[in-house]
């Protein structure tokens, strides 16, 4: 997935998480903690390519991350998702982090893992267990617009519910007609 993709599910995810309440925290976390953490996790996954974007930024940490797991290794697997939240309990525990941001950097970081399974690709999910599952609903190399639509779509059904929710099966019922 593009990292414009991975942008447009993160933020939809935040929503998701917010608007139906997932837990005590997401009832009360402010926008402006939950947004950003999700845009400042969602493309860390993808650390393990030197040409993402991150990897360009960092390349000294993607470099050896790329050459040791590969690109959807094992960044993009639950292990590395535990890992990121004991962090908090482990490196950073000195460091006050409000719960919501905490979560959200938990919540963007799960969002490239779930969008990544929509790709043909898929992740290795329970890495070490190399193999990739996949739901590959996102075929950018068949259709290029497919990903834009398939991202708005979720988007518009978090923002829109319940008003619209009827209308919004129907499309996206539609949609998935068109893809497979
Ligand atoms: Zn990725």
């Known amino acids: 997935m593009t990292k414009n993709g991975h942008i447009i599910f993160a933020v939809t995810t935040a929503i998701f998480a917010k608007r139906f309440e997932l837990n005590s925290v997401m009832i009360q976390a402010d926008w402006w903690h939950l947004i950003p953490a999700v845009l400042i ?26 050459l040791t797991f590969g690109h959807r290794g094992f960044t993009h697997s639950l292990l590395a998702l535990i890992i990121l939240w004991l962090s908090k309990f482990t490196f950073f525990k000195n460091l006050v982090i409000p719960d919501d941001i905490f979560q959200g950097i938990i919540l963007g970081y799960f969002s490239h ?9 898929g992740v290795p999910l329970f890495w070490p267990y190399r193999k990739r599952f996949r739901f590959p609903i996102i075929n950018n190399n068949k259709n290029k617009k497919i990903e834009k639509r398939v991202c708005f779509s979720l988007f518009g059904c978090v923002i829109l519910f319940p008003m619209y929710f009827p209308l919004l099966v129907k499309y996206i019922a539609l949609l998935y007609i068109k893809i497979i």
Do not use: E, V, Y
């Open 113 to 121: 893992i779930i969008a990544d399974i929509l790709t043909p690709a």
């Open 41 to 66: 996790s969602c493309l860390i996954p993808d650390i393990d390519h030197p040409n993402s974007l991150i990897g360009q930024k960092l390349r000294w940490i993607a470099q050896p991350i790329s």
